[in-house]
């Protein structure tokens, strides 16, 4: 990917849904590693983020990026090295206490007391986040989550599915404003994982703000106003849809009954036409923009005598951005790393 | 409070369901109590030492340190007794300290094991009131089932028909500091020794035999006790219960330590 691409990218365009929620500037997690704690590894390298009241954010990334261990920082679990953070206001590393009050974690494992009942396992929780009514509270995630019947079943005998669910609602239980999923469906069958997802849509609609790590691009792309591509530092933030037009650009195909070689110069000698192949008799062209453009090729087109079939817009999926991000990454690591050796061989 | 309340029913609602500590909870401090009451029982009817009063049984050698001050005003039969009951009491008191580990190896350690503890650290618990809370729900059943046991013990002694003289020395103030006072602080010593151990290891068992060690110094006072170097009496209790209160605050501090948020989540494997 060129260089240039990338810094577009890194411009962190904004979605504006309300005041930010989440604000995290110059974040940085610095663990000592080693049997002597000597060595240093860079876990979160300068996270810059706002995230605004009510947006869903989903933070991509691979294995081992950084993503859990940034939102247990946010969350006030383990502290900042350097930077700092907001929830709501309220800053980590001052206020943990009222943060851990006003955010819900469903954290990567379950975590559930095997032995105790879906309901004595809510009931923990419902009285250390002091909720004042807890049995109502209760009763509703457990129905809302389809765990009703088996609410005084232990939790070791539900299944994975059932499990996450019992999580999502311990997560939720004390309505806080600031939800954070740490991959929320991984490993779950489709139904449990629609399950999950829908009430995921649920809380959107409620307007929560929801930070959301995960693996799974089409799940980003189908909740998350704007994802984050993460690898120890923010590779690009933005829509899925924008994130998609900066690196590939637009793509439009025409499906032609005769493409010929001299309808491909004519549309080729279109300045804003910016990339021209041919695939037996469909055209696939870069465009800007492609509602303004479509009409004008259209004419020439049928000018060099083609017969138009059909016209579409390719979609280039999330996950192709995504590798293409942790590619790219990965390579000026690499890159990067060879140098050093250079330069330490100079 | 209201938080270490929770900590604590939520502690036993798991650890008790649990059978093999619910096992040792009701096994160790029965057979504790049991068999210092049968073999007194059987002194008790018995004529071992009757003729010979405490000050012959010094001269003969037979009385270790200082135990012809204890025997005072004891018949030889009942000095005899006193000598042997001093090891079951002994054995009393080392109770707290093996119960406990049972309890917090399985609480800590099994945390860890579920991943529980994660959730459990995002809520607005304070790290001190979730140790606190696993503390106490370790301490409170093995410091009740000791002072229960030593309770039942002592009407036992009225049932197997010990002598009066024999009973004064066991609820003299002695060791009912060793029992009310010293006893808990062992428990809070052993808790925090196994809240150290568990940081260390992922097995639960491993976290309960490992705690096991702490009995060693303890058996090192009974047999100083047997070979006559130390004499169990009011000061020695005194200066125990200074002494590991001093080592059970600092041990608390220490736990403080170990139980921090980022040392739990990014450090116990």
């Known amino acids: 990917m060129p260089a240039s691409v990338l810094n577009t990218l890194q411009l962190h365009r904004t979605v504006r849904l309300g005041e930010p929620m ?21 876990a979160v390298d300068g996270l810059n983020l706002q995230i605004a009241e009510g947006e869903v954010f989903g933070f991509l990334g691979p294995n081992g990026a950084g993503k859990t261990t940034t939102v247990r920082m946010l969350t006030s679990l383990i502290r900042l090295s350097s930077g700092s953070a ?78 996450q669910k019992l999580a999502v609602a311990r997560a939720i239980l004390h309505e806080p404003k600031v939800l954070f999923l740490d991959e929320p469906t991984t490993g779950l069958d489709p139904e449990a994982a629609k399950t999950v997802r829908d009430f995921i849509d649920e809380l959107k609609h409620q307007g929560r703000t929801i930070f959301m790590c995960t693996h799974n691009l089409d799940e980003a792309e189908r909740h998350c106003d704007r994802v984050g591509i993460f690898k120890q ?6 829509k899925p849809s924008a994130l998609r037009e900066q690196l590939f650009g637009r793509k439009v195909v025409f499906h032609l009954a005769n493409a010929t070689s001299e309808m491909c110069a004519a549309v080729q ?14 055209l696939l062209l870069s465009l800007d923009e492609p509602e303004k453009m479509n009409p004008v090729i259209t004419r020439v087109l049928v000018d060099e005598g083609a017969d138009i079939l059909f016209i579409g817009e390719i979609k280039q999926s999330l ?28 | 409070m209201k938080n270490i309340r929770t900590i604590i029913k939520k502690e036993w609602a798991e650890v008790f369901k649990r059978r093999v500590v619910v096992l040792i909870m009701l096994l160790v401090p029965l057979l504790f109590t049991l068999i210092p009451l049968v073999m007194l029982g059987v002194m008790s009817n018995t004529s071992v030492g009757g ?29 005899m007794q006193v000598m042997m009951v001093i090891q079951f009491l002994l054995m009393f008191m080392m109770m707290p300290l093996l119960l406990p580990i049972t309890i917090a190896a399985y609480s800590i350690v099994g945390e860890k094991t579920t991943r529980s503890l994660e959730p459990l650290l995002a809520t607005p618990i304070t790290t001190l009131e979730l140790l606190v809370g696993k503390c106490l729900a370790a301490v ?29 020395y066991i609820l003299g103030p002695t060791w009912l500091l060793g029992i009310l006072v010293l006893g808990p602080i062992l428990a809070i ?59 059970a605050v600092g041990m608390f501090y220490l736990g403080t330590i170990i139980f921090d948020r980022e040392n739990i989540l990014t450090k116990w494997k």
């Not at chain 1, 989440?22 to 860079?42: A, H, M, P, Y």
């Not at chain 1, 509270?137 to 070791?156: C, E, F, T, V």
């Not at chain 2, 097995?203 to 170097?229: K, T, W, Y």
């Open chain 1, 269 to 282: 000698a279109l300045p804003e036409v910016k990339t021209l192949e041919k695939i037996e008799n469909k």
């Open chain 1, 86 to 163: 907001e929830i709501n206001g309220l800053k980590v590393g001052v206020d943990d206490t009222e943060i851990r009050r006003n955010v819900g974690i469903l954290t990567e494992s379950p975590g559930l007391y095997e032995r105790l009942t879906a309901e004595q396992n809510l009931r923990i929780f419902a009285e250390l986040y002091g909720i004042p009514e807890p049995e109502k509270a209760i009763n509703k995630y457990l129905s809302m989550l389809d765990l009703w019947d088996r609410r005084m079943d232990a939790a070791g005998t539900y299944s994975k599915g059932m499990r």
């Open chain 2, 189 to 247: 010593i052993a808790v925090n020794f196994a809240l150290y151990v568990s940081s260390r290891v992922s097995d639960p068992r491993m976290a309960e035999q490992v705690s096991g060690v702490l009995i060693f110094p303890f058996m090192g006072v009974i047999l100083a006790q047997l070979a006559g170097v130390i004499t169990i009496n009011i000061k020695f209790m005194l200066l125990s219960i200074v002494v590991c209160a001093l080592i």
């Open chain 1, 319 to 346: 996950e192709r951005v995504y590798l293409e991000m942790i590619r790219s990454e990965d390579s000026s690591q690499t890159k990067k790393i060879n140098q050093s050796v250079e330069r330490n061989r100079v």
């Open chain 2, 140 to 168: 409170i059943p093995a410091v009740g089932a000791t002072w229960a046991s030593f309770a039942l013990f002592n009407i036992g002694l009225i049932l197997v028909k010990v002598s009066p003289g024999v009973r004064a």
């Open chain 1, 22 to 42: 989440i604000k995290t500037q110059d974040l940085r997690k610095i663990f000592k590693i080693g049997k002597k704690q000597k060595e240093t590894l860079v």
């Open chain 2, 51 to 79: 003729d010979v009063s405490p000050e012959m049984l010094a001269q003969s050698g037979s009385l270790p340190g200082d135990m012809e001050a204890v025997c005072a005003g004891l018949s030889g039969n009942d000095c």
């Open chain 1, 233 to 238: 530092r923010l590779l690009a933030l933005d």
